[in-house]
């Protein structure tokens, strides 16, 4: 897939956490009409092992809500605030474990295979994929692992 106009990368974070703001920038598209159809068939929290129903379930925030929330304006920080509210405050070690566990989602884990499949698919074969953020990144014509250095 092409790079997607106002998608960020998975690894930005907005405050303390990774892939929210990827997940914000989503649910913007989507109402714009912008996200592409593969995108959207991912988006919610109507799977739960995808990420973001994995983010709306450390939020402890329905995707839905957050949609509207995130609908109403402001800035992403805001938004971010409204979900701890919401959801309720996490601590700093919790958001070091989320943000630790998401950024390996596909290494040596039970998603292995299924990051190695979609490498297939996207035909991104020999490239530096390690994790899914990897292969977002690869695939929306980021380098992987660019967030690091």
């Known amino acids: 897939m092409p790079s997607v ?3 960020r990368s998975p690894y930005a974070k907005v405050g303390r956490l990774v892939y929210f703001g990827r997940m914000l920038d989503k649910i913007r598209l ?14 919610g929290d109507g799977h739960p092992k ?20 995130t609908l109403l304006g402001g800035s992403d920080d805001e938004i971010l605030d409204w979900a701890f509210k919401k ?3 996490r601590s700093d ?6 943000n630790g566990f998401v950024t390996r989602l596909g290494w040596r884990d039970e ?11 996207f035909g991104l074969e020999g490239r530096a994929i390690e994790t899914f953020f990897d292969l977002f990144d690869a695939d929306e014509g980021r380098t992987p692992g660019g967030h690091l250095s």
């Open 50 to 69: 995808f990420l973001d129903g994995r983010c709306c379930h450390f939020l402890r925030v329905p995707f839905g809500e957050l949609v509207e929330r």
């Open 30 to 43: 989507n109402s714009a009409g912008k996200l592409p159809a593969e995108y959207v068939a991912n988006l």
């Open 87 to 89: 959801g309720g405050p």
């Open 93 to 98: 070690e919790e958001c070091l474990i989320w």
């Open 5 to 7: 106009p106002g998608l």
């Open 111 to 121: 998603s292995s295979m299924r990051l190695q499949q979609r490498v297939r698919e």
